[in-house]
């Protein structure tokens, strides 16, 4: 493993500053980052590690939503009481992800930030358009895994299991920059290649995750998360469906977003509109589910597989509500 120094930094500013100075990078916990060290891919002279920060491992309840901070460990935000009584989906999510260790680990902001998991891109020996390279070995290579929407420059998948639901709750991700604290919503924070193909979220240089926030606006009547992976003991997802119902209390305001298919989290409004629908209707939300995707030589089984997949999270929804 290459040595590189680490920074602790007292303030934000201190932060972004030091990220600034030449070939640096933020850690959290360091599940995904100090990996990629480990495996030659990335090679940061420095780590400006964001646990020295003060204010930023707490979850606060208010009448507006839940701000979870970027430091909180996933496994603290699935067993939180009120997180789990408003916002279950999110907790089903996150014990979806990775095992017990690592939930114990990871953070919230690590999570959301960590690089995806295309095995190229994961290959010191490999260059391509993600890395500063051109090209895409997957396009014509081993592309089981890989997405089969929007995948025209890239096709690696957003890996985090947060992200589709956050865009389906459309929290709100409060950034540190230089120029203060700025906010996105998660749909306009998670970005695919044709943005930026080098990055995976609206990040500028030296900024970072400081909370997230879960609108109580957008807490779900009912809700519906399922996922298909090849290892049932832990795994990425190869297909995931986050279904909310009747956000607010407000009937037929619906949310599906499909994970692991697309370099970003993908809203399917056009699914949305049958769910309140006839057996018919429902059976067509499920046949559409492949609309607009461009499999490569590998992956279409993720078709049949999303099919499958929005039938069950639209059945367990509607009895979830009834029930
Ligand atoms: C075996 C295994 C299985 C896994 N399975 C899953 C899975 O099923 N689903 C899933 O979602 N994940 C999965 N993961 C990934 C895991 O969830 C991530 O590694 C973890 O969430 C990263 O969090 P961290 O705090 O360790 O981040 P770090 O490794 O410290 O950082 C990750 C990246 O994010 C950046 N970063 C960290 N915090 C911030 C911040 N606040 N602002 C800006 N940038 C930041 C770092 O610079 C780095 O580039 C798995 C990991 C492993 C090893
Ligand atoms: S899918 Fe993306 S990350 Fe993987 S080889 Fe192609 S361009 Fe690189």
């Given amino acids: 493993m290459r040595p590189f120094k680490v920074i602790r930094p007292t303030n934000e500013k201190e932060a972004m500053e030091q990220v600034s100075k030449g070939n640096a990078s933020y850690l959290a916990a360091g599940t995904d980052l100090l990996n990629r060290i480990k495996e030659h891919v990335a090679s940061p002279d420095s780590v400006v590690d964001l646990k020295s920060l003060p204010g930023m491992n707490t979850i606060e309840v208010t009448d507006q939503g839940i701000w979870i901070g970027a430091l909180v460990r996933l496994s603290a935000v699935s067993s939180h009481t009120d997180v789990l009584s408003r916002f279950p989906a999110v907790c089903e999510t996150i014990i979806h992800a990775a095992t017990p260790q690592i939930r114990n680990m990871a953070t919230v902001g690590g999570n959301l930030c960590q690089k995806p998991r295309c095995w190229y891109l994961r290959h010191e020996g490999y260059s391509c358009v993600k890395n500063g390279g051109t090209g895409c070995w997957a396009r014509d290579g081993e592309n089981e895994f890989h997405g089969i929407f929007d995948n025209q420059i890239c096709s690696a998948t957003q890996p985090s299991n947060l992200a589709p639901v956050l865009v389906?709750?459309?929290?709100?991700?409060?950034i540190a920059s230089k120029d203060g604290v700025r906010e996105l919503t998660a749909d306009q924070f998670f970005i695919g290649p044709s943005s930026d193909p080098?990055?995976?979220?609206?990040l500028e240089e030296g900024e970072f995750v400081r909370r997230v926030m879960l609108p109580e606006s957008t807490r779900a009547g009912s809700w519906a998360y399922e996922e298909a992976r090849e290892k049932q003991s832990f795994d990425w997802a190869q297909a995931s469906v986050t279904l909310l119902l009747d956000r607010g209390g407000r009937k037929g305001d619906h949310r599906v977003v499909l994970g692991?298919?697309?370099?970003?989290p993908l809203r399917r409004s056009d699914i949305e509109k049958k769910i309140d629908g006839s057996d018919d209707e429902i059976a067509e939300a499920s046949g559409i589910a492949g609309a607009g995707a461009t499999p490569l030589s590998e992956n279409g089984y993720k078709i049949p597989m999303l099919k499958g997949l929005i039938g069950k999270a639209i059945r367990s929804a509607r009895s979830r509500k009834e029930g």
């Fill in 168 to 174: 389906a709750h459309e929290a709100v991700i409060e």
């Fill in 198 to 202: 080098l990055r995976e979220v609206s």
């Fill in 260 to 264: 692991a298919v697309s370099p970003a």
